[in-house]
């Protein structure tokens, strides 16, 4: 199982980023999805995550801001950013919870992160 994560990049402040996340590999279902977030020096924190059914959850900081969604369809989870601020610059990491059959248990998964700089 690999995620691959894309999308971020350098905006200014007030800007928007839309970053990606495509699950692919030996799957028979994706669970709950997630994205995270480290900044330099800090620990890595939970952004938002979402559950099969749609059900969302979000850091405070960003609430009202960012936006999970996912296309089950496409083993895909987004993760859109409007409003950005200096202080969510951080490498973005996609997670996922995946069944790799009907009768195993979920395993958790990293995508590789990708960088998102927010200038002033």
């Known amino acids: 199982v690999q995620l691959q994560a894309s999308g971020g990049g350098l905006v200014q402040a007030g800007g928007s980023l839309r970053l990606s996340c495509v699950v692919s590999g030996s799957i028979f279902s994706i669970d709950d999805m997630g994205w995270y977030r480290q900044a330099p020096a800090k620990q890595r924190d939970l952004v938002a995550s979402?559950?099969?059914?749609?059900?969302?959850n979000y850091a405070d900081s960003v609430k009202g801001r960012f936006t999970i969604s996912r296309d089950n369809a496409k083993n895909t989870v987004y993760l859109q950013m409007n409003n950005l601020k200096p202080e969510d610059a951080a490498v973005y990491y996609c997670?996922?919870?995946?069944?790799?059959?009907?009768?195993?248990?979920?395993?958790?998964?990293w995508g590789q992160g990708t960088q998102v700089t927010v200038s002033s």
């Open positions: 997670n996922a919870y995946v069944r790799k059959r009907s009768w195993s248990t979920q395993n958790n998964y």
């Open positions: 979402i559950t099969k059914i749609g059900s969302t």
